[in-house]
């Protein structure tokens, strides 16, 4: 089990697949299991079945954006997002919020 800052510090600018999530009162992840990591959003794309599987697999599951600051400041108290809005240029940053709202469209 890793600590949401021990996850996004370890991990810069990197999507890791968790499990075994334990969240606080603000529905922020206090520690987790490292299933997986991606280095860039094209392998995470690349590897979309396997990031169903997953979610099938955990209830809990959930990716995390290697950046602490946006981590928080997208995750505290929301829980729901609806629309997903992908980068058009492969080489971006794929932010938290957006992580959020393509796992959102991912479970249905």
């Not at 206090?30 to 997986?36: G, P, Y």
């Not at 169903?52 to 108290?77: A, P």
């Amino acid at each position: 089990m890793a600590t949401i800052e021990e996850i996004t510090k370890g991990f810069p600018e990197k999507y890791v697949c968790v499990k075994n999530t334990v969240l606080d009162a603000d529905n922020l992840i206090v520690t987790a299991e490292i299933i997986r990591v991606f280095d860039t959003l094209e392998i995470a794309k690349d590897n979309a079945s396997e990031i169903r599987k997953l979610m099938k697999w955990y209830k809990d599951f959930d990716i995390v954006y290697g950046d602490y600051e946006d981590y928080v400041k997208t995750r505290k108290g929301r829980k729901v997002m609806k629309y997903v809005f992908l980068p058009e240029n492969n080489n971006e940053k794929l932010s938290q919020e957006s992580i959020d709202e393509l796992i959102h469209v991912m479970l249905k």
